[in-house]
C-alpha cells in the first residue's frame, strides 16, 4: 500500500496562523497512521510565492518580491518543525525544480491545442488570485465583493492573456467524478462542486501581463506580450513538481511520480476547493496526467464566527505560542524531538514542550469533524485538556505506571475470561478495529472517541481491580496478572494516540519498557501481550490547567488591547465560569430548617408536552473527587449504561463526601446540554432535594440497572 499526502502550499504575505497549523497537523496525523501500517508514505507541505499578492506584498514593504519570499517563507518552515511535523518535503513554488515542471506541464498543455491568446475582461480577486462573474460575487452597497474575502474586487480591463479551454473539459470532469465518489470528500463539497461544474464552465485565463512576478510563460507570445503564469496554475502544479523529475526528457515519468501521484490525497480548505477540484483536473486532463486519487476539504476554524484570517488580528492564534502556553516546563517531551528526529531546539528554535504541542493537535482534531466548521473558544479547549487528557488519559498512565513500577507484571491466560479482563480486552479490540476505519476515512475526531472508549474502561478496570487491595492481600498471580492486563491496554493505547500525541505515545511507550519508544510503533493487534514486563512511573502527561493558569494561558496569547475582540479571554471564561455555577461563588446561605414547606410563589403550570423534553435515568456513580478551589463541587463519573460513563459537576460537596456517593444510583437529568464548569466539561445533572441546602439525594431501588429510564 502507498499513501501520498499534500497540505496546501501556503501563501507568503504573513505568518502561519492556526488555521495553517490545523490543515497540517490533520495531514501529519493521516501520514503518521499510514507509516504505523508499514506503508511507503510521502507528506509534502510548502509555500506559494508567486503572484501579484506577493508583489504588492513586497512593494509595501520596500523590498523586492525575491527578498519578501526568502524572508517569509522559513518561517513556515520553522513553524512545522517546532510543531514536529513530520514532513518528507517543503516546496517553495521560487525553487528552479518546481519551475522546470510548470513549464513542461505547460508544453503539453499547449501541445494539446488548449491555449489559445485572447483578452480578459471581467472581476478579480487579489486576496485568492481568483477569476470571478458577478453571479458569483456579493454586492456591497455599489461595491463587488469576493464571496470568500467579503473585500472588494478589481476590474481587469482587456488584459491579453492565454487562455485554457477548460470548457473542453466539463463533460469529461463530470463524468470523471460520478465514476469516481472518492474524488471528492466530504459528499457534500462533492455535491457543490458537481452543482457548479453543470452551470457550464468557462474557458479560463491562465496568464497576467499587468504585474512580473510569476513563473515565466515558456512560449512567446506572437504580439509581443511578456506573460507569467497565473498563479493558480503554478501553484497547484507544485503537488506533482515534488514528484517529479526536473531534468529528465519527461519529468512525469519519475520513480517517486509513478509510485506515489496514483495514490495522491490533497487535503484543503473548503476555500480553495474550485481551484483543486475544478481547475486542477481539467489542467491533468489536458495534460494527459492522471487525476490524484482525493481532494479532501475541510472546514474553517473561526473565532467568534469570524475565519482565522492574517487580515485580522482579532482571529490570529499563534500556534507556537499556543502550544507552549500548554505545555508544562518538565513535562512530557519538553526537548521537542519526535520520532527521533531532529531536534527543534537551537539558538533561534528554543524547544516546545511536547504536553503542548500534543495538547494542542488533540484539540484541533477532536474537537470538530474534518469536514465541519469548528469555532475556537479558550473554554472549549481547557474543558478538552482537563476533562480529556488530564482526567481520562493523564491519570490512567499516572496510575498504571505508579502501580507497574516494580512489580512483576504478566497475562495470565487461564485468569483472561475473568469479567473484568474480558470486559477491558473486548473495548480493546474494539477500540483498534475503530481507529483503523476512523483513520482510514479521514475521521480523527472519530478515532478520538474510539481511543478514549479505551482510556476511560482502562480507569475502570483500575478501580474495578483495585490492585492495591491484591497486593496488600498477598494475592500475587491475580495481581500480576491485572498489571499484565493493564500494560498491554496502555501499551494499546500509547500506539494508537501516536498519530494524533505523537510526544506522549513516547512517553507512555518508554514508562512501559519499550525497546525504541521514539520510533514509530507499528500498528497494534487487539491481542494483549502475554510477556513478562517492565515499567516506570511516567512523568505527569498533563497537569491539570486550574484557573489560575488558565488565565496565564489567555494573558499569554491574547494582548491586552485586542482582549476585548478576542474569545474566550479571562475576563469573559470567568464570567463564564460564575454564571455556570453561581452557587460556588456566593456566600454560604443558611442552613435549613428541618422542616421544608412549599413555597409561596409556585411555578406556573407547564403542559406534559414540555416535560416530555426532559430525559431522566438512572446513574450508578463510580467515582468522586472534589473540584479544586470550589468548595460546593463534585465531579462525579456517572455510568448511565452507555459505553463510557459521563463526566457531571454537581454543587453537593458540602452535603456528602466523595467517598460516600461512589456506588450510590442517582436521577441524572441525561439530556441536558453540557456546560463547562470550573475548566471541566460536565454531561448531565444530578437531581437533589432541598431549598437553601441540600437534603438528599434522589434514586432508586438498588436492583435497578444504570441507564433505566425514569418515568
Known amino acids: 500500500m502507498t499513501f501520498y499526502i499534500t497540505t496546501p502550499i501556503y501563501y507568503v504575505n504573513d505568518v502561519p496562523h492556526l488555521g495553517h497549523a490545523y490543515t497540517t497537523i490533520c495531514a501529519d496525523a493521516f501520514a503518521r497512521f499510514h507509516r504505523m501500517r508499514g506503508e ?83 472581476w478579480y480577486c487579489v486576496g485568492c488570485e481568483g477569476f470571478y462573474t458577478e453571479s458569483t460575487l456579493t454586492k456591497d452597497g455599489d461595491t463587488w465583493l469576493c464571496p470568500t474575502h467579503k473585500r472588494p474586487v478589481a476590474w481587469v480591463d482587456k488584459e491579453r492573456t492565454w487562455f485554457f479551454r477548460m470548457s473542453k473539459y466539463q463533460q469529461p470532469l463530470l463524468d470523471y467524478i460520478e465514476a469516481h465518489p472518492e474524488f471528492i470528500q466530504p459528499e457534500a463539497y462533492r455535491n457543490e462542486v458537481l452543482a457548479f461544474i453543470k452551470t457550464g464552465l468557462r474557458d479560463l485565463s491562465v496568464s497576467r501581463t499587468s504585474f512580473s512576478w510569476g513563473i515565466p510563460i515558456p512560449d512567446p507570445d506572437p504580439e509581443g506580450h511578456q506573460h507569467v503564469m497565473y498563479v493558480w496554475m503554478d501553484a497547484l502544479t507544485n503537488y506533482i513538481s515534488a514528484l517529479a523529475d526536473p531534468d529528465a526528457a519527461d519529468p512525469f515519468a519519475s520513480s517517486l511520480m509513478t509510485l506515489f501521484w496514483p495514490h495522491a490525497v490533497h487535503l484543503i480548505g473548503k476555500d480553495i476547493l474550485r481551484f483543486h477540484a475544478v481547475y486542477w483536473p481539467c489542467f491533468l486532463l489536458s495534460a494527459g496526467l492522471p487525476l490524484p486519487k482525493t481532494v479532501l476539504s475541510h472546514g474553517w476554524w473561526t473565532v467568534r464566527g469570524e475565519k482565522i484570517s492574517k487580515s485580522m488580528p482579532a482571529t490570529r492564534i499563534d500556534p507556537i505560542q499556543l502550544a507552549r502556553a500548554l505545555g508544562t516546563p518538565g513535562g512530557a517531551g519538553d526537548d521537542g524531538r519526535v520520532d527521533g528526529g531532529a531536534a527543534t531546539s537551537s539558538a533561534d528554535s528554543p524547544s516546545l514542550p511536547g504536553s503542548g504541542v500534543d495538547a494542542m493537535r488533540y484539540y484541533l482534531l477532536r474537537e470538530v469533524p474534518l469536514g465541519n466548521d469548528g469555532d475556537f473558544t ?6 478538552r485538556y482537563n476533562a480529556d487528557l488530564a482526567n481520562d488519559l493523564g491519570n490512567l498512565v499516572n496510575r498504571a505506571t505508579t502501580l507497574l513500577e516494580g512489580q512483576p507484571a504478566r497475562v495470565r491466560p487461564e485468569l483472561c475470561g475473568e469479567p473484568r479482563t474480558a470486559q477491558l480486552s473486548r473495548v480493546a479490540a474494539e477500540a483498534v478495529a475503530d481507529t483503523e476505519q476512523a483513520f482510514t476515512a479521514f475521521a480523527p475526531h472519530r478515532a478520538l472517541e474510539a481511543i478514549w472508549r479505551l482510556v476511560r474502561e482502562g480507569n475502570r478496570y483500575v478501580d474495578a481491580c483495585e490492585p492495591w487491595k491484591l497486593k496488600k492481600a498477598g494475592k500475587a498471580d491475580e495481581l500480576a496478572h491485572v498489571l499484565g492486563t493493564l500494560h498491554a491496554a496502555l501499551t494499546l493505547i500509547a500506539a494508537l494516540i501516536y498519530p494524533v500525541l505523537p510526544h506522549s505515545s513516547a512517553t507512555i511507550r518508554a514508562a512501559l519498557g519499550a525497546d525504541d519508544a521514539q520510533g514509530v510503533p507499528a500498528w497494534p493487534s487487539a491481542a494483549f501481550s502475554q510477556a513478562e514486563v517492565a515499567a516506570h512511573k511516567s512523568a505527569p502527561l498533563f497537569p491539570r490547567l486550574d484557573a489560575a493558569a488558565q488565565e496565564a494561558i489567555v494573558a499569554a496569547l491574547v494582548p491586552p488591547a485586542a482582549r476585548a475582540a478576542a474569545p474566550g479571554d479571562a475576563a469573559e471564561a470567568a464570567a463564564q465560569a460564575a454564571q455556570a455555577v453561581p452557587a460556588a461563588q456566593a456566600p454560604p446561605a443558611p442552613a435549613a430548617p428541618a422542616r421544608v414547606t412549599a413555597p409561596s410563589q409556585p411555578l406556573p403550570p407547564i403542559e406534559f408536552a414540555d416535560f416530555g423534553k426532559v430525559e431522566l435515568r438512572v446513574g450508578q456513580v463510580k467515582a468522586a473527587v472534589a473540584v479544586p478551589k470550589a468548595k460546593k463541587l463534585l465531579q462525579l463519573s456517572v455510568d448511565l449504561g452507555e459505553p463510557a460513563p459521563r463526566t457531571i459537576v454537581a454543587g453537593i460537596a458540602e452535603a456528602f463526601a466523595p467517598e460516600a456517593l461512589v456506588g450510590k444510583k442517582v436521577i441524572v437529568v441525561a439530556n441536558l446540554a453540557p456546560a463547562t464548569i470550573r475548566g471541566i466539561r460536565s454531561e448531565g445533572m444530578i437531581l437533589a432535594a432541598g431549598e437553601d441546602s441540600i437534603l438528599g439525594l434522589s434514586g432508586v431501588d438498588a436492583d435497578v440497572p444504570p441507564g433505566t429510564r425514569v418515568r
Open 378 to 383: 479558550f473554554e472549549s479547549m481547557f474543558a
Open 40 to 122: 511507503a508514505t510521502r507528506m509534502l507541505t510548502g509555500t506559494d510565492e508567486h503572484g501579484q499578492k506577493v508583489e504588492e506584498a513586497a512593494q509595501k514593504a520596500g523590498v523586492s518580491p525575491r527578498q519578501h519570499v526568502d524572508e517569509v517563507a522559513p518561517r513556515f518552515a520553522h513553524t512545522w518543525r517546532r510543531l514536529g511535523i513530520a514532513a518528507d518535503d517543503f516546496i517553495r513554488t521560487t525553487e528552479a525544480r518546481h519551475g522546470k515542471v510548470v513549464g513542461a506541464l505547460w508544453r503539453r498543455i499547449v501541445d494539446h491545442g488548449d491555449l489559445y491568446l485572447a483578452s480578459y475582461q471581467g
